[in-house]
């Protein structure tokens, strides 16, 4: 299986442009999660969705921020104006789910800088 | 909701000691607790996990040891080679839930 594939691997925007990152979970897996990671504040949660429906947004940090799982095999995460505060490691992850918590298979994130 | 600290945030050891990282979570319905490895560049990587039926477990060179009672969990690492060099973190899941909290991290660095 090639694993959790996220794309763009690097982006670099400026301050208001939109940015768009992507996601494909592995094959199967019906839950799949967004995190941003920073020095400052670690691994966050931003969205989970289950069965392609987002059950907990709230850590999705304010309007700006949107995401969508249209079916089972892509995810968004759109940010809209982006803000240098933004920058960040964006990671996507999946997971079977079905039997209580189990192990999460991460994407190799998409790094984003925003000047 | 859940609380993971994670102790220490860096760790430093010559090859062929033993490291111990430990975390402390503050939901007593809590009942799975993995813990990641991030090389640099790369995402989190399961490299062992617990439930809460179980008190230890040992997969070659690392193991996890598990108090519900005092709530803390820990992971050790024997013989340690450089390429255990990484950034490990710990997690736990509440009861029921999907999600899990994560530890902020603890940088490991093996010095051959």
């Known amino acids: 299986d090639a694993g959790v594939i996220q794309s763009p691997r690097h982006e670099v925007t400026e301050m208001g442009q939109e940015v768009t990152l992507r996601c494909k979970p592995i094959?199967?897996?019906?839950?799949l999660f967004w995190y941003r990671q920073t020095m400052m504040r670690g691994l966050e949660l931003l969205i989970y969705f289950n069965n392609n429906v987002p059950i907990d947004d709230s850590g999705m940090p304010e309007d700006r921020f949107s995401a969508k799982m249209p079916n089972a095999s892509f995810s968004t995460l759109k940010i809209q104006p982006s803000e240098p505060r933004d920058s960040a490691v964006y990671f996507c992850?999946?997971?079977?789910?079905?039997?209580?918590?189990?192990?999460?298979?991460f994407g190799e994130g998409s790094r984003l800088t925003v000047l | 909701g859940e609380n993971v600290e994670q102790h220490p945030s860096t760790l430093s050891v010559q090859e062929g000691d033993s490291a111990v990282i430990k975390c402390t979570y503050s939901d007593s319905a809590s009942n799975y607790f993995p813990w990641y490895k991030q090389e640099l560049g790369k995402g989190p990587q399961l490299i062992i996990d617990i439930r809460s039926n179980v008190g230890e477990k040992k997969d070659q060179r690392i193991a996890v040891t598990l108090n519900k009672t005092a709530k803390h969990f820990s992971l050790h690492i024997t013989e340690t080679q450089p390429e255990d060099s990484a950034v490990y973190f710990c997690a736990a899941n509440s009861g029921g839930s999907y999600i899990p909290t994560f530890g902020r991290g603890t940088s490991l660095i093996v010095h051959p």
């Open positions: 992850a999946s997971s079977l789910g079905g039997r209580g918590a189990g192990e999460l298979f």
């Open positions: 094959s199967g897996h019906n839950s």
